[in-house]
Protein backbone atom coordinates (compact mmCIF):
# COMPACT_ATOMS: atom_id res chain seq x y z
CA UNK A 1 0.00 0.00 0.00
CA UNK A 2 1.35 3.38 -0.74
CA UNK A 3 2.23 6.02 2.08
CA UNK A 4 1.90 9.38 1.07
CA UNK A 5 4.24 11.12 3.75
CA UNK A 6 4.11 14.71 4.71
CA UNK A 7 7.39 17.05 6.01
CA UNK A 8 8.38 19.75 7.96
CA UNK A 9 10.27 22.41 6.08
CA UNK A 10 12.65 23.02 9.11
CA UNK A 11 15.58 20.67 8.38
CA UNK A 12 18.80 21.00 7.54
CA UNK A 13 20.29 19.48 4.14
CA UNK A 14 21.79 16.19 5.94
CA UNK A 15 18.32 15.76 7.07
CA UNK A 16 17.04 16.50 3.52
CA UNK A 17 18.72 14.29 1.97
CA UNK A 18 17.43 11.30 4.48
CA UNK A 19 14.32 12.29 3.71
CA UNK A 20 14.31 12.06 0.11
CA UNK A 21 15.71 8.49 0.49
CA UNK A 22 12.69 7.45 3.09
CA UNK A 23 10.65 9.18 0.62
CA UNK A 24 11.68 7.73 -2.38
CA UNK A 25 11.46 3.97 -0.84
CA UNK A 26 7.98 4.87 0.15
CA UNK A 27 6.69 6.02 -2.79
CA UNK A 28 7.70 2.79 -5.21
CA UNK A 29 5.97 -0.62 -4.57
CA UNK A 30 6.08 -3.96 -6.63
CA UNK A 31 2.92 -6.23 -8.04
CA UNK A 32 3.66 -8.89 -10.36
CA UNK A 33 1.15 -8.96 -13.83
CA UNK A 34 1.27 -10.47 -16.71
CA UNK A 35 2.39 -10.07 -19.89
CA UNK A 36 -0.67 -9.80 -22.68
CA UNK A 37 1.17 -11.37 -25.16
CA UNK A 38 3.53 -14.06 -23.79
CA UNK A 39 1.39 -14.84 -20.28
CA UNK A 40 4.82 -14.32 -18.40
CA UNK A 41 4.47 -12.90 -14.96
CA UNK A 42 7.00 -9.65 -14.33
CA UNK A 43 7.29 -7.64 -11.76
CA UNK A 44 6.30 -4.07 -12.30
CA UNK A 45 7.63 -1.24 -10.10
CA UNK A 46 4.54 1.38 -9.01
CA UNK A 47 5.29 4.98 -8.36
CA UNK A 48 2.50 7.09 -6.31
CA UNK A 49 4.93 10.34 -7.22
CA UNK A 50 3.08 9.86 -10.71
CA UNK A 51 -0.39 10.66 -9.43
CA UNK A 52 -3.24 8.95 -8.71
CA UNK A 53 -4.05 7.87 -12.07
CA UNK A 54 -1.25 6.84 -14.44
CA UNK A 55 -1.30 5.47 -18.25
CA UNK A 56 1.95 4.98 -19.83
CA UNK A 57 3.67 2.34 -21.97
CA UNK A 58 6.42 -0.27 -20.96
CA UNK A 59 7.57 -2.64 -23.00
CA UNK A 60 7.80 -6.91 -21.25
CA UNK A 61 11.26 -7.94 -20.03
CA UNK A 62 10.49 -11.21 -21.84
CA UNK A 63 9.08 -10.62 -25.03
CA UNK A 64 9.89 -7.18 -25.12
CA UNK A 65 6.45 -6.50 -26.96
CA UNK A 66 4.46 -3.28 -25.73
CA UNK A 67 2.19 -2.83 -23.00
CA UNK A 68 -0.63 -0.50 -22.28
CA UNK A 69 -0.21 0.18 -18.58
CA UNK A 70 -2.92 1.86 -16.59
CA UNK A 71 -2.19 2.27 -12.68
CA UNK A 72 -5.24 4.03 -10.46
CA UNK A 73 -4.25 4.48 -6.68
CA UNK A 74 -7.82 4.84 -4.59
CA UNK A 75 -8.47 6.89 -1.94
CA UNK A 76 -7.06 4.05 1.01
CA UNK A 77 -4.02 4.43 -1.20
CA UNK A 78 -4.26 0.95 -3.10
CA UNK A 79 -2.90 0.66 -6.31
CA UNK A 80 -4.64 -1.14 -9.23
CA UNK A 81 -2.91 -1.91 -12.15
CA UNK A 82 -3.97 -3.06 -15.62
CA UNK A 83 -1.85 -4.49 -18.35
CA UNK A 84 -3.43 -4.59 -21.84
CA UNK A 85 -2.08 -5.34 -25.33
CA UNK A 86 -0.61 -1.72 -26.96
CA UNK A 87 -3.27 -2.86 -29.83
CA UNK A 88 -6.35 -3.04 -28.25
Known sequence: MFDFLGGDDDFDDEEELD????LDAELTEATIVYCPYCGESVELLLDAS????????EDCEVCCQPWSVRVTIDQ????????NALDE
Open 50 to 57: GGEMQEYV
Open 19 to 22: DEED
Open 76 to 83: DGVAHVDV
